[in-house]
């Protein structure tokens, strides 16, 4: 597959200056409320927070160019134990601020104690799953992260709202990298690689990536909605 | 003339007894090869890790002595004189070091033509990793440097490609074998003084000392031996 850099790098320079924009306004406002005498703990707190996790969001957003520019990297180490609950944990509490200002509520259910033999790069998985649910799920909605194991697998569905994603095109959008029509049609910006960049990631995991549209249609800014689930079976270390 | 007057043990025999995540980190030192301080290195040594940042070294005996080795890319390697820089210091520890777990800690990943070298390592981090991913990597490096079975795999490929006989690489095997079993280190010294062929290589004779060290050090914590 040949690369395209400019196109790259174009995501990235979208990407940086976002989280750029929210790490600069919240230490503003800190760097203000210090030199103003305020000792509201819980605000400077949840500031500092503001900084600390969008800066993770950041790393992995980084990680996600290393990955596409040279794949081979991160599939040329012996993997390692990694709690893939603990990643999406972390990456949940990360993307809580972005999903409140977008009025989308983000909840976690279930639990996973069992770890995976996984790749350091195993971290953009959670990232790519829950950006696609938070930035697409309209105002009001729910994306929730549900966790299931057996003594032989781990499963987690992240399950949102989203535009319809036709049944000739669920496919498509995981292996080709393509973009569903009805997301094309919406007012969100999107490049179609985040699913089949999450699908390379369980490949290199030996996990498989499931993805369904279910549900009742209903019509949000003259575009179909419907459920939208991605799904992940992980293989479990014994 | 060969003459075994016993059964052969297997290295499947081997078990690591008793494990703590505490006892392996306090066992192992790492090495940061960095011109910059590591980020989060207060961090991690909070979490019991003992980190030494030694700076760019000026040759690989700098890091006989630790059992994980951190390698930065950019500006360190210096004495190597090549422009893949720690990359190529990378390659150069492996060819010394085989049975040390090499991490690189880059910024550099995505660099295509550097990948030759960095398929030397271990693992690799990001420069801007937090410290839970800083402490699930040294742990797994951990479990990996403190098994007696995963370093002996690591260097008995090295020890035959150093010109050790088959025959010497067996009793030096069932040497070490019945060290892990009995958490003593007369077994593989008694192995090793007996060699056949004896030890020409200066590497093939680290790699032994290095694993007769470990079992020390195993059995000096009883993480091996008897129960």
Redesign the interface.
């Known amino acids: 597959m040949s690369m395209d850099y400019r196109d790259v790098l174009d995501r990235l320079m979208h990407d940086m200056r976002s989280f750029n924009k929210i790490i600069k306004s919240s230490a503003e406002v800190l760097l203000r409320d210090i030199s103003e005498g305020k000792t509201d703990r819980r605000r400077i707190e949840g500031l500092a927070r503001d900084v600390y996790e969008t800066a993770f969001l950041l790393s992995n957003r980084l990680t996600l160019v290393d990955y596409e520019v040279n794949p081979a990297h991160f599939s040329s180490y012996k993997p390692i134990p990694i709690s893939i609950y603990g990643k999406f944990h972390k990456a949940l509490l990360a993307f809580r601020r972005q999903a409140g200002f977008a009025g989308v509520k983000l909840e976690i259910v279930g639990a996973s104690y069992g770890k995976i033999d996984g790749y350091p790069v195993i971290e953009v998985l959670p990232y790519l799953l829950l950006e696609n649910a938070v930035k697409y799920a309209p105002k009001g909605t729910e994306a929730i992260v549900r966790f299931a194991e057996t003594p032989r697998k781990i499963q987690v569905a992240v399950e949102s709202v989203g535009p319809l994603v036709e049944d000739d095109e669920l496919a498509l959008i995981i292996e080709n990298g393509v973009r569903g029509k009805n997301a094309a049609a919406s007012a969100v910006e999107g490049s179609g690689l985040g699913l089949s960049l999450a699908q390379s990631i369980c490949e290199l995991h030996r996990a498989k990536l499931s993805v369904r549209s279910f549900g009742n249609v209903f019509s949000n800014e003259g575009v179909p909605y419907r459920q939208f689930e991605a799904a992940v079976e992980f293989q479990r270390q014994p | 003339m060969i003459k075994i007057i016993r059964s052969p043990k297997s290295l499947n025999d081997i078990k690591v007894a008793r494990w703590s995540t505490e006892s392996a980190r306090a066992l192992t030192k790492v090495a940061v090869i960095d011109d910059e301080r590591l980020p989060l290195v207060e961090s991690l040594l909070a979490h019991g890790f003992r980190i030494f940042e030694v700076g760019d070294i000026p040759n690989l005996d700098a890091v006989s002595e630790y059992g994980i080795i951190i390698c930065d890319v950019r500006g360190v390697g210096k004495a190597l004189n090549s422009r893949f820089e720690g990359a190529h210091l990378l390659k150069e520890l492996r060819y010394r070091y085989p049975d040390k777990f090499l991490i690189l800690c880059t910024?550099q990943?995505?660099?295509?033509e550097y990948?030759p070298y960095?398929?030397h390592?271990?693992?690799?981090?990001?420069k801007?990793?937090?410290s839970?991913?800083w402490s699930?990597?040294l742990d797994?490096?951990l479990?990996?440097t403190l098994h007696p079975l995963d370093r002996w795999k690591a260097i008995r490929p090295k020890l035959l490609e150093e010109g050790l006989s088959a025959y010497d690489l067996f009793r030096v095997e069932q040497g070490y074998i019945d060290s892990v079993l009995s958490g003593s280190t007369k077994p593989i010294e008694e192995a090793v003084t007996r060699l056949e062929s004896g030890v020409q290589s200066q590497l093939a004779r680290n790699m032994l000392i290095g694993v007769t060290k470990l079992i020390a050090e195993l059995a000096a914590t009883k993480m091996i031996g008897a129960s």
């Open positions: 910024g990943r995505n660099k295509v990948q960095f398929t390592a271990d693992a690799s981090i990001g801007d990793a937090d839970d991913e699930e990597l797994g490096a479990r990996r």
